[in-house]
């Protein structure tokens, strides 16, 4: 028989927020992780965004705070979440209050490049849940404005990307700050070496729990690239989004300059289109996604760190106008699109320049992507063929008159 919200014995305060959302079954992080986190275990997860992962630690972590009580002194913080960016913090923040939204537990949210002032006073009266990046959290705690003495649990949110984005040093002083004892969950779409390291040293006995294989890129997403020359990208995308008839797209570039002229190009041919980027401060890029959300513009163009926890429910296609250059954001691009069970398409704009970065890529998700060309958009630049082992295969040559005798390497 599966699993049911009301098997993990869940209150009915959270039953109905998760039956208002329209959630029918517990997906398969949640139906691993909820028991294990009500019954107090350390857990480290493979889970990407689009597994329902934040429900799976949202929901038990709000049930063992409201049976125990509201008991939190001033400043102090009973759960923590850390995430990596700003986005994400808002995004796994609004989950936290649509599942909290009939249980009596203050939570607040914060992040950089926002006034402290209002953390500050949210924090006074004390904080059930607050979910924060790193560095504010840090600047909060040495002001005075955080405590840990009551701290219950830390949630370590897209661990992956906040060791890549640089936050190892943050991160480790937070840990010196935090009691010992502690319950400690772990999530990641990726596990290197880095983050095994980091969490041998903050789990104890954890659960480990796999939704998808390791490094694999979503099942549902059906992926294609087309090659292309650098300079008629954005030719490209605009003849697909019309012949492919495509809905609303999320497109990624690699730059903040690039995101910009790529939005100036569609405006130029009538579509609407807006961008998140790292440029623009934070209201703009929240405003830039509720439009886009509410279906008011076609196409978002985001770079890699700005779209980080986008939420978009039923996003069919996501387009790489740029290849990432760290492979993993490639798996986290798409997980944007298939989710929770939808199918989906990422198609990625592929130069010549960017073949290394395909056959990293590739090696990660271990599959070689198809290659579709389009008519009258065949590259003067050849795409070199990659195998998906990470090897390049180099242009064939023309044939030579075969040579034989010592010297020359056997094949
Ligand atoms: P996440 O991986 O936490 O970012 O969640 C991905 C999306 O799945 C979010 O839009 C959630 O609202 C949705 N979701 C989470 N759990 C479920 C569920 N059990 N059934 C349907 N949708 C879900």
């Known amino acids: 028989m599966s699993a049911t919200f009301a098997s993990f014995g869940l ?55 409201t049976m125990e009580g509201p008991q939190v002194a001033s400043n102090c913080v009973r759960v923590l979440v850390l995430v990596p960016t700003r986005e994400l913090a808002e995004q796994v923040y609004q989950s936290f209050c649509e599942y909290g939204a009939h249980v009596p537990l203050r939570m607040a949210v914060a992040y950089g490049g926002v006034s402290i002032n209002p953390q500050m006073m949210k924090l006074r009266k004390g904080l059930d849940v607050l979910v924060a990046t790193p560095g504010r959290l840090l600047d909060l705690y040495r002001q005075n404005a955080v405590k840990f003495t009551q701290l219950q ?40 070496d880095a983050i095994r390291t980091m969490a041998a040293t903050l789990l104890v006995d ?7 294989p390791r490094n694999a890129a979503a099942k549902t997403v059906k992926q294609w690239l087309v090659p ?13 989004l019309k012949k492919k008839r495509w809905g609303q797209v999320l497109v990624f570039v690699k730059t903040r300059k690039g995101v910009e002229q790529l939005v100036d190009t569609l405006a130029a041919k009538g579509v609407s289109a807006d961008s998140i980027h790292g440029d623009k401060p934070q209201p703009a890029r929240l405003r830039a996604l509720e439009r886009f959300k509410a279906a008011e513009v076609q196409v978002l163009v985001a ?3 700005a779209a980080r926890g986008l939420d978009i429910d039923d996003l069919p296609q996501v387009v790489n106008f740029d290849l990432p250059i760290v492979a993993e954001d490639y798996v986290h691009r798409i997980g944007r699109t298939g989710r929770a069970g939808a199918t989906g398409e ?13 056959s990293a890529i590739e090696t990660l998700i271990r599959q070689t992507l198809v290659r579709i060309d389009v008519p009258e958009f065949e590259p003067d630049h050849r795409v070199p063929m990659t195998d998906g082992r990470g090897q390049v295969l180099k242009k064939p040559k ?10 020359r390497p056997a094949k």
């Open 11 to 65: 209150i009915d305060a959270l039953l109905g927020a998760v039956d208002t959302l329209g959630y029918k079954t517990p997906t398969p992080v949640q139906v691993q992780a909820i028991p294990v986190i009500l019954a107090g275990r350390d857990l480290m997860a493979a889970a990407q965004t689009g597994t329902g992962k934040t429900a799976g630690f949202a929901l038990p972590l709000l049930q063992r705070l």
């Open 153 to 192: 649990t830390l949630v370590l949110d897209e661990a992956d990307r906040m060791l890549d984005l640089g936050f190892s040093r943050e991160l480790n002083a937070v840990f010196e700050a935090l009691p010992k004892r502690r319950q400690t969950l772990l999530f990641s779409a990726t596990f290197s």
């Open 206 to 212: 954890p659960v480990s729990v796999e939704v998808s």
């Open 228 to 240: 292309v020359d650098k300079k008629r990208k954005p030719e490209l995308f605009l003849h697909l």
């Open 303 to 305: 770079t890699d760190v």
């Open 346 to 358: 990422a198609v990625s704009l592929v130069c010549a320049d960017e073949v290394q970065l395909l």
């Open 398 to 407: 023309k044939p030579k008159k075969p040579k034989f005798g010592p010297g």
